[in-house]
Structure formats: structure tokens, C-alpha cells
């Protein structure tokens, strides 16, 4: 196949390039950095762009066999300011836009757009537990992941074929949260965030890989799907877990206070969560390399 890839250089969609040029397919690289993408993927099509704005870029996109759209401003990595918050907004909707707008100007159109999501639509509980059919939150995520879905779904009036992927969160090697957690716990100084309550809905790296390219490949996949393990944890389980592979112990939590200091509103990313199951993925077919967090954690730290 021919795939164009917006959001490639990041922590998923850098392996999920590795994974797509190991099966011999082409791809195009959509990225505001070409200097950094072309030192990265030596074998891809690079091509610069700004994801906010049409321009000469979209005419990459016609002849293409399908797009995955991974891009977006980073959620947790900055104090949630007004600027800030239009940044995150702007790099999801306005992004899916400019990417369903180069779709509908091909003059070959590609047969699939995958289009990245994530279980913020579902907004934060404690109590209950969410699926691919449960409604849409209040809070500024839930309606990022609204706005970002409603964009993409504009795909669908010339026949393209979409998925989206409501991503959970993603463990893996040197990048995401679980690397922001291993130095205090290679210190003996790890412990849950906040009250540890929270819940914990996580996916192995390599499943949201797979779970792609399942997308890419069985035209029977169509609509939203979560992309999270069946067993979600808690904070405190997962800590502990960690702990356990890591052969350290869980014993100091980082207070509330603490991460709001420094994150402001973007603290409730990782001192509040949701319980999501994947029964849409799961009544698909699609069968999890790491359903459960100890062998995930141990493949990845262990």
C-alpha cells in the first residue's frame, strides 16, 4: 500500500512506520520538521507541511491507498493557558480538517482514513465504566475528542472508509508516561500519582501498532473503536505493578498539589481517569498481545 502518515515522528507513529516499511509499504511522511523526519525514516517520502493550513502538500495524498492521522499538539506537556488549551484544540480539529479537505480534493482518493482519537471523549469517573457506546463528556478533553471525531467524520460523504481510535494510554519504551515514571522508581522513590483511585486505561505500544494496521488491512472495520486493554487498572495497581517488574518498591505518591503546580488544569490528564473496555475492538476480532499490565510492563522493562 500506499500510506500517508500526519504525526509519524511521534510516539506511536514512529513505530508504527518501522512496522509499515517492514511489510514493504510505502510511505509518506507528513511533518513540520522534513530536516528531523528525513534523518529519521531515510526510506520514507517526506513531505513539510502545516497541518493548520491547505497548501501543496495535500496533493500528496491523492493516489494514496489510505491516511492514518496521529498528529496533535501534545496534551500534558504544558500549563493548560488559554493559548495553550486553542493550541491543543486547533492541532486536532483544524488538523482532521485540512487532512479529510486534501481526501475530498483527490483526484484519487484514498480508501481509508484512521484517524486518531482518545478516551477523553468519555470524560473522567471513578464509578463508571465506559465503551465505544457510551456518550461524549462535559470537560475541555471531552470536547477536544468531540470536535476532533465531528472533524473527521466529514471523510465519510464521499465514501471513504473511517476509523477512528480512541487511544488510551500508551506504554512503550522512551517516550509517554511510563517513561516520565521510571526514573523515581529506578530512584526507590516511585509511587502512584495523586490518590490512586483513578483509573489507569492503558495499551501496550505494539497493540495500538497492530490494531492499526488491522484497520489499514480488514474493510469490515468501520466507525469508532477504543483502543485500551480489557483489564484497566488503577493508578495504585499500576504502581504497584510496576514496582513489582521493576523489583522496587511503591511506597511514595506524588500529591495532587504537586502536579497542579506545575500542569495548572492539565493536571486532571493523570489525577483523573476512566475505566474504558475495548468491547467494539474485541467483538471485532482483534486479538491484544498484552491484555493484562504485568507481561506488558515486563516486555517493556523488565
Known sequence: MKIAIAGATGFVGSRLVEQLQAQ???????TRSPQQASNRFGQAQIVGYNPLKSGEWQQSIS??????????EPIAEKRWTPAQKRSILDSR?????KIVEAINLATIKPQVLINASAIGYYGTSETSKFDE????????????????????QAVTANGTRLVILRLGIVLGENG?????????FSAFVGGPIGSGNQWFSWIHRDDVVRLIIAALNDTKMQGVYNAT???PITMTEFSQTLGTVMNRPSWLSVPNFALEAMLGEGAIVVLQGQQVVPTRTLAQGFDFQYSTL?????????
Request: hydrophobic fraction near 50%; include cysteine.
Open 24 to 30: 514493504g509499504h510505502q510511505v509518506i511522511i507528513l
Open 63 to 72: 493516489g494514496c491507498d489510505a491516511v492514518i492521522n496521529l498528529a496533535g
Open 229 to 231: 486493554a480489557p483489564n
Open 294 to 302: 504485568k507481561p506488558a510492563l515486563t516486555a517493556i522493562v523488565g
Open 93 to 97: 480539529q483544524l488538523g482532521t480538517q
Open 176 to 184: 509517554g508516561v511510563l517513561g516520565k515514571m521510571l526514573a523515581p
Open 133 to 152: 457506546t457510551s456518550p461524549a463528556g462535559t470537560d475541555f478533553l471531552a470536547e477536544v475528542c468531540t470536535a476532533w471525531e465531528t472533524a473527521a
